[in-house]
T-cell receptor, first 114, second 115 residues
Framework: KAGVTQTPRYLIKTRGQQVTLSCSPI?????VSWYQQTPGQGLQFLFE???????NKGNFPGRFSGRQFSNSRSEMNVSTLELGDSALYLC?????????????FGEGSRLTVL | DQQVKQNSPSLSVQEGRISILNCDYT??????FLWYKKYPAEGPTFLIS?????DKNEDGRFTVFLNKSAKHLSLHIVPSQPGDSAVYFC??????????????FGTGTRLTIIP
């Protein structure tokens, strides 16, 4: 089975621009979660989608949004980029049923905002 | 409010010895606790978990201990191997009617195994 695939792996943007990141989950997984990793902050939960519906949302401003398509692929968008948005954005998938919390992560998209 | 805390940013251990990584939490409602391992340029990978109703779970060289009264868990790696050098994240989850894919992570501990 192919793992979680995230694109692009690296990107550089300037303040005020917007960015869209893509995530393809493991085949058969219906839940996709997004996390932001920054130095000293660990991984912070952004949101989670299941069957095209947002089920959970973290404490991020409205500039951060996401969606999920019928094939379970997901995108997240960040508008009006700020310097502090520079981070590694990680996508994770799971079957979506109640489980122990075991998630399968992609390699991440590293965003640099200049 | 950091509900899951890893107070040691780094830890160095001699190869063959025991590595002990610690994690504290504040929310007594967490249902599961997990450890993830992360190598540079890779995503985190699941290592081991423990239900809040247990106090120990073992998987090969890895054992997780949970002390609910102290709101503390630890990961023991015995014996430590060079390939164990990575950043280890402690995480916790709450089961809800919507599943429990939301994890609360600690800030990570960088483990270095010295050959």
């Amino acid at each position: 089975k192919a793992g979680v695939t995230q694109t692009p792996r690296y990107l550089i943007k300037t303040r005020g621009q917007q960015v869209t990141l893509s995530c393809s989950p493991i085949s058969g997984h219906r839940s996709v979660s997004w996390y932001q990793q920054t130095p000293g902050q660990g991984l912070q939960f952004l949101f989670e989608y299941f069957s095209e519906t947002q089920r959970n949302k973290g404490n991020f401003p409205g500039r951060f949004s996401g969606r999920q398509f019928s094939n379970s692929r997901s995108e997240m968008n960040v508008s009006t980029l700020e310097l502090g948005d520079s981070a590694l954005y990680l996508c994770a998938s799971s079957e979506g049923q109640v489980n122990t919390g075991e998630l399968f992560f992609g390699e991440g998209s590293r965003l640099t905002v200049l | 409010d950091q509900q899951v805390k890893q107070n040691s940013p780094s830890l160095s251990v001699q190869e063959g010895r025991i590595s002990i990584l610690n994690c504290d939490y504040t929310n007594s409602m967490f249902d599961y606790f997990l450890w993830y391992k992360k190598y540079p340029a890779e995503g985190p990978t699941f290592l081991i978990s423990i239900s809040s109703i247990k106090d120990k779970n073992e998987d090969g060289r890895f054992t997780v201990f949970l002390n609910k009264s102290a709101k503390h868990l630890s990961l023991h790696i015995v014996p430590s191997q060079p390939g164990d050098s990575a950043v280890y994240f402690c995480a916790a989850s709450l089961i809800s009617n919507f599943g429990n894919e939301k994890l609360t992570f600690g800030t990570g501990t960088r483990l270095t195994i010295i050959p």
